[in-house]
């Protein structure tokens, strides 16, 4: 499979993992491939960014913190950037300078149905929990999830 852009430098931080003959961890490789983005900036070219699921190597507060801010400097009117993520906290940070889109699901007959169709704005829904659910995770399992995320969003 080939793709060209005509007009953009194609940069991306897709598929990442660790280097073990490096020593290096996964969240190292991903600042790696990260710092090369934000380099290709000083560049007089319009650049495309492509992002999955930025710094998901490290803990949840810095993640969002670092990713914010990384994604607000690559964002110039020169460049274009598309990132993927899961946080919802995240997209809420970058409502002002970001277009939000999502897919959605509904659960018909205990499965997870998905309609393909892109969304515009951001996620309104959390599905973690009823997949493990639907996957026939233990009962303990599904309560504990359960009662955590009770109690840290505190429905």
Known sequence: MKFEIPFFRVYTSIRISDNILQKTSYFLEEVSAIKKLVEATENSSPNLFVLDEIFKGT??????????????????????????THDIELTDLLQNNYDSYHFSEQVVNNQIVFDHKIKQG??????????????????????????????LFKK
């Open 122 to 151: 951001r996620l309104t829904t959390r599905n973690a929990i009823k997949i493990l659910e639907l996957c026939k995770f233990p009962k303990k399992v599904i309560e504990d999830a359960k009662k955590t995320e009770n109690k």
């Open 59 to 84: 803990n949840t507060i810095e993640r969002i913190s670092a990713g914010k801010a990384i994604l607000n400097y690559l964002n110039t009117p020169k460049d274009m950037v598309l990132v993927s």
